[in-house]
T-cell receptor, first 112, second 113 residues
Framework: DAKTTQPPSMDCAEGRAANLPCNHS???????VYWYRQIHSQGPQYIIH???NNETNEMASLIITEDRKSSTLILPHATLRDTAVYYC?????????????FGKGTRLSVIA | EAGVVQSPRYKIIEKKQPVAFWCNPI?????LYWYLQNLGQGPELLIR????????DSQLPKDRFSAERLKGVDSTLKIQPAELGDSAVYLC???????????FGQGTRLTVV
């Protein structure tokens, strides 16, 4: 079962920041937070992951709260091409090569 | 670098017929996954391979589904016989051993009529 809770859908105006929340209140100390997205008719695409420090790459920023019970994925300047389902996943790297367990994710609609 | 390649992209078959899906993972990736995705749902794991060994197939309906990964590279997933409820997208993914960053193919959309 997925260990995360995400809102089912969100809207964002084009050019504005999209802030996607994720609750993972039962996260263990060694579990990482991963974000993937799935654009219509494509397979999921890795975005970013982190343990406890904030992370940033060319696609997005990941903000993890100090107690690690929640996180926010930030797309700083959303475009129409960012319209997708975004999945927040927690995974431990210490239990072998465990698979990614997907929930239903958040459907982000970027509006012109 | 080529990504994960799946074929066919789409498949329509009549119920009770067999069907097979093929996946070519990223070169050097020892771990290969097959996921099933129903409409409006997130992907669900069917089977995971480490090289040629199936290390997690607990969610694979073994009465009709089978998979193989010969030589630890390409993989095929087969359904025989197909049922109406098997209509879904079948996704293949690969990763380096132990990595949480997986790369997915575009999937095969199966329609059983």
């Amino acid at each position: 079962d997925a260990k995360t809770t995400q809102p089912p859908s969100m809207d964002c105006a084009e050019g504005r920041a999209a802030n996607l929340p994720c609750n993972h209140s039962t996260i263990s100390g060694n579990e990482y937070v991963y974000w993937y997205r799935q654009i219509h008719s494509q397979g999921p695409q890795y975005i970013i992951h982190g343990l406890k420090n904030n992370e940033t790459n060319e696609m997005a920023s990941l903000i993890i709260t100090e107690d690690r019970k929640s996180s926010t994925l930030i797309l700083p300047h959303a475009t129409l091409r960012d319209t997708a389902v975004y999945y927040c996943i927690v995974r431990s790297p210490n239990s072998g090569n465990t698979p990614l367990v997907f929930g239903k994710g958040t459907r982000l609609s970027v509006i012109a | 670098e080529a990504g994960v390649v799946q074929s066919p992209r789409y498949k329509i078959i009549e119920k009770k017929q067999p069907v097979a899906f093929w996946c070519n993972p990223i070169s050097g990736h020892n771990t290969l996954y097959w996921y099933l995705q129903n409409l409006g749902q997130g992907p669900e794991l069917l089977i995971r391979y480490e090289n040629e060994e199936a290390v997690d197939d607990s969610q694979l309906p073994k009465d009709r589904f089978s998979a193989e990964r010969l030589k630890g590279v390409d993989s095929t997933l087969k359904i025989q016989p197909a049922e109406l409820g098997d209509s879904a997208v079948y996704l293949c993914a690969s990763s380096q051993t132990g990595a949480g960053k997986a790369f997915f193919g575009q999937g095969t959309r199966l329609t059983v009529v």
